[in-house]
């Protein structure tokens, strides 16, 4: 168990709508990450969130957001779904220097 | 731009031989090195990583990955493969957005013959 706590573990929805994928970070990691893993692309870095703040973005498309609360935990919002979103997202957590730890992930298909 | 490959799709060996998978990355400097392992259903967890100093690193369930820049890969090893290893590895080179943003390779999926 890495500590990293993703919910919910596996989602369906139809194309057009809009789902929140939620991780709760490592006790202590001030980062958080959000990481695409599809057949097609393979894992990619979307963004990241340092101590509520947005620190980097990678391949992010804009119909995704994301956000960190004063708790630390980690929201990632997917509007205007497409059938090409569907895929395994993780999250992961850090604290200042150390490597990240990666959650479950969360399955999203969408029909 | 820093990128990663793994040239292998599939590997098959059998339980008690021996394990390479190849890591080949491309980065302008010395590079933050990771391999992961993906179980079926399971997130990624880290297996080892490589930052810095001795260029052979040990990580958990025995694997260790050996950094060679002339060559510019981190392949990983294991001497004895056992059927619970089966499942698929990444490895990661650190990102141009820097620390902790991966770029991951398209995996490795290893297959543990009895």
């Known amino acids: 168990d890495s500590g990293v706590t993703q919910t919910p573990k596996h989602l369906i929805t139809a194309t057009g709508q809009r789902v929140t994928l939620r991780c709760s970070p490592r006790?202590?990691?001030?980062?958080v990450y959000w990481y695409q893993q599809s057949l097609d692309q393979g894992l990619q870095f979307l963004i990241q969130?340092?101590?509520?703040?947005?620190?980097a973005k990678g391949n992010i498309l804009e119909r995704f957001s994301a956000q960190q609360f004063p708790d630390l935990h980690s929201e990632l919002n997917l509007s205007s779904l497409e059938l090409g979103d569907s895929a395994l997202y993780f999250c992961?957590?850090?604290?200042?220097?150390?490597?990240?730890?990666f959650g479950q992930g969360t399955r999203l298909t969408v029909v | 731009a820093q990128s990663v490959t793994q040239p292998d799709i599939h590997i098959t060996v059998s339980e008690g031989a021996s394990l390479e998978l190849r890591c080949n990355y491309s980065?302008?400097?010395?590079?933050?090195l990771f391999w992961y392992v993906q179980s079926p259903g399971q997130g990624l967890q880290l297996l080892l990583k490589?930052?810095?100093?001795?260029?052979l690193v040990q990580g958990i369930k025995g694997f260790e990955a050996e950094f060679k820049r002339s060559q510019s890969s981190f392949n990983l090893r294991k001497p004895s493969v056992h059927w619970s290893d089966a499942a698929e590895y990444f490895c990661?080179?650190?990102?141009?957005?820097?620390?902790?943003?991966?770029?991951f390779g398209t995996g490795t999926r290893l297959l543990v013959s009895p």
């Open positions: 992961a957590s850090s604290s200042q220097g150390s490597e990240a730890f």
């Open positions: 490589y930052f810095s100093g001795d260029t």
């Open positions: 969130y340092y101590n509520g703040e947005e620190r």
């Open positions: 990661a080179v650190e990102g141009p957005l820097g620390f902790q943003k991966l770029v």
């Open positions: 006790s202590g990691d001030l980062s």
């Open positions: 980065y302008g400097a010395t590079p933050y």
